[in-house]
């Protein structure tokens, strides 16, 4: 009797071990702040993580923080990104491009600030659109009354296929830069050029 009423006992206090160290692992976590996303012991990778582009011009910084979707096998253009439709031009969240200083886009002067980078994709020409409210969820409250600027575009044709969209800031010198957004085989930039007060 007392070695039946051992072996229960150790398996209850086997049992409550293996329930603490469950417990434990599963609330290990992990902030990974390169791309802004908590994430689990797993090996799951989100399939839109965040991600940041930015560069300094001159005395300037340009930073944007963006979704970047993979193209796993997916047609993009006219496909998962329709033409003709304003897109977020990432995934998520809006994407957003924010200026340390006063910028000229499109020989327009534009305040320093924080905004949304909206496109309308097409098949020969995008539409580049900077918004007041980069604070939402894709384009669904995308309100064309607080758009900044609208600049027309050519798409490029590059010869590498980019998986995940990727955006760049590239300083051409103390003055002037360029945004470009790359994705599949296609390219949009955005030159732009610091207001020296």
């Not at 329930?19 to 399939?47: F, G, Y």
């Not at 940041?52 to 990104?81: C, E, F, T």
């Not at 897109?87 to 499109?106: C, L």
């Not at 327009?108 to 020969?124: D, L």
Request: glycine share 4%; proline share 3%.
């Amino acid at each position: 009797m007392k070695n039946i009423l051992s072996i229960i006992i150790l398996l209850v206090l086997a049992l409550a071990c293996k329930d603490v160290n469950q417990s434990k692992s599963s609330e290990t976590m992990v902030h990974n702040h390169a791309s802004d996303q908590v994430e689990t012991n797993s090996s799951t990778k989100p399939l839109s993580p965040r991600k940041m582009a930015m560069a300094n011009v001159g005395d300037a910084h340009i930073h944007i923080d963006y979704s970047s979707p993979g193209k796993r096998g997916r047609q993009i253009w006219n496909g998962l990104v329709a033409f003709d439709q304003v897109w977020v031009t990432g995934a998520h969240r809006a994407t957003s491009i924010e200026f340390s200083q006063d910028v000229i886009i499109n020989d327009e002067e534009m305040s320093k600030g924080k905004y949304a980078f909206f496109t309308i994709p097409g098949e020969n020409q995008w539409t580049i659109i900077l918004n007041e409210n980069f604070d939402q969820h894709l384009a669904d409250d995308y309100d064309s009354k607080l758009d900044i600027i609208r600049v027309k575009v050519l798409p490029e044709v590059i010869s590498t296929s980019v998986e995940s969209l990727t955006y760049e800031v590239i300083a051409l010198d103390d003055f002037n830069g360029e945004v470009t957004m790359m994705w599949d085989q296609l390219k949009i930039t955005l030159p732009f050029k610091i207001v020296n007060h």
